[in-house]
């Protein structure tokens, strides 16, 4: 873990302790920001984890920003944890698997020199950590997706794709809340709402938890209102 702490403004904190993508960081960021919350409580606005950092919004009148580092680089190796992995709660999502909601399900399949099932058994049957929650509420990153299948981004985003696609970006994988614009490979939809902030809790998943997607049937999928795709 190497630790780094800098300020990006007047209010933010920017606590990085990696450098790369690593699934063991991800409850090392969980804890801390579980421990900055605990001990300056009112004095943190918001935490916003990422995959190898955490950015910390700070109240200025109980909190300074160089108050909040001096604290952290002080706490050393102490920040280190170790932490079971089924800690988080596992999140299992619904997911139709095909062409006329996965557009890009064959290209995968072709990148992949597999066939389109044996893309959707490498995808559902593989679980995955949220290690960031970010770009819209209700979209968690997910990683790591296999090798296999793991499929670089378009070079050219769509202008919008339909809420609740499922895409692929290399190691990552992740279910857009909403219709949006998208570059990721998408390969099916997930019927579930992701995000709504009249519910509490807002979202299924919070970092650090496990999701996993169980493949549904197409009259599964309509009966609980899934958005088709529409070129």
């Not at 990148?111 to 959707?120: L, P, T």
Request: hydrophobic share 40%; glycine share 8%; aromatic share 8%.
């Amino acid at each position: 873990m190497t630790l780094r702490v800098e300020q990006v403004s007047e209010t933010t904190v920017m606590i990085r302790l990696g450098n790369k993508i690593d699934l063991a960081l991800v409850p090392q960021l969980s804890a801390l920001c579980e421990r900055i919350q605990q001990h300056f409580g009112r004095g943190v606005v918001e935490l916003i984890p990422a995959y190898t950092s955490v950015l910390v919004e700070v109240n200025v009148r109980l909190l300074s920003p160089e108050g909040l580092k001096t604290w952290v680089m002080n706490q050393g190796d102490s920040l280190r944890v170790t932490r079971d992995s089924g800690s988080g709660k596992q999140v299992t999502l619904p997911v139709y698997y095909h062409p006329s909601v996965g557009p890009d399900l064959a290209a995968v399949a072709e990148f992949a020199g597999v066939s389109e099932q044996e893309v959707i058994a490498r995808h559902s049957q593989h679980t995955y950590t949220v290690c960031a929650i970010g770009f819209a509420p209700g979209f968690a990153f997910l990683a790591s997706v296999d090798e296999t299948i793991a499929m670089p981004r378009h070079t050219t985003p769509r202008h919008q794709i339909p809420a609740g696609s499922v895409g692929i970006a290399q190691q990552q994988t992740a279910v857009y809340p909403a219709a949006s614009p998208a570059g990721w490979q998408i390969i099916g939809n997930c019927p579930k709402e992701l995000f709504n902030p009249r519910q509490s809790p807002m979202m299924p998943f919070d970092v650090g938890d496990t999701v996993r997607f169980e493949p549904m049937s197409e009259s599964d999928y309509r009966a609980a209102g899934g958005q088709w795709w529409q070129d």
